[in-house]
């Protein structure tokens, strides 16, 4: 069965430094989407990527965020400069045509120190 | 008032048991309602969708919407203790998360 994968699984960093976070969506599916969850927190959503650009994002998603679909099979986030507050999971999810029907990859861990 | 709230649990029902699982929302724009089951370390999995009010079976889950309430639930019949999980709501226009239920399913 067709599934989301996302590298690494666990990212340290320090505060200051850029990370990308990869993912690598269904095949067949159009639409990608980023979220993250702070530990004991809910799931929440960073932006929404369709056609090569950005179709929505959050107030979460500020000038230190950015994404791209470098190819054909990945989707990355990129935090150029990462503060305390974005340790969290961060998810990558995809769906072939509605929203409402997402696909999670497993996570990625950032801890930034 | 939050736009989703969902009793964070835990929820500790034995094994063969009806559980029910509910949320709670403010935004009467939402149409689409789903669940999500994540396990411990784990990216969320989407188990059902239902759009608008009105019920939904998949198996042993149930969905129901209730729009004119605001209320949306979850119904897992037969409860197994692999159904011990995280279950996590969400709605939307633009998709809002619940902060999850935690449901421990005792053998």
């Known amino acids: 069965e067709p599934e989301v994968t996302q590298t690494p699984s666990h990212q340290v960093t320090q505060m200051g430094q850029e990370v990308i976070l990869r993912c690598v969506p269904i095949?067949?599916?159009?639409?990608f989407y980023w979220y993250r969850q702070i530990l004991g927190q809910k799931v929440e959503f960073l932006v929404s990527?369709?056609?090569?650009?950005?179709?929505?994002k959050s107030e979460i998603f500020d000038d230190q965020f950015s994404v791209e679909r470098p190819d054909g099979s990945n989707f990355t986030l990129k935090i150029r400069s990462t503060k305390l507050e974005d340790s969290a999971m961060y998810f990558c999810a995809s769906s072939e045509v509605t929203a409402y029907e997402q696909y999670f990859g497993p996570g990625t861990r950032l801890t930034v120190t | 008032q939050k736009e989703v709230e969902q009793d964070p649990g835990p929820l500790s029902v034995p094994e063969g048991a009806i559980v029910s699982l509910n949320c709670t929302y403010s935004n009467s724009a939402f149409q689409y309602f789903m669940w999500y089951r994540q396990y411990s370390r784990k990216g969320p999995e989407l188990l059902m969708y239902t759009y608008s009010s009105g019920n939904k079976e998949d198996g042993r889950f149930t969905a129901q919407v209730d729009k004119s309430s605001k209320y949306i639930s979850l119904f897992i019949r037969d409860s197994q203790p692999s159904d011990s999980a995280t279950y996590l709501c969400?709605?939307?226009?633009?998709?809002?998360f619940g902060k999850g239920t935690r449901l421990h399913i005792l053998p």
């Open positions: 990527f369709y056609n090569n650009e950005i179709s929505e």
């Open positions: 095949s067949n599916h159009l639409y």
């Open positions: 969400a709605m939307m226009d633009k998709i809002i």
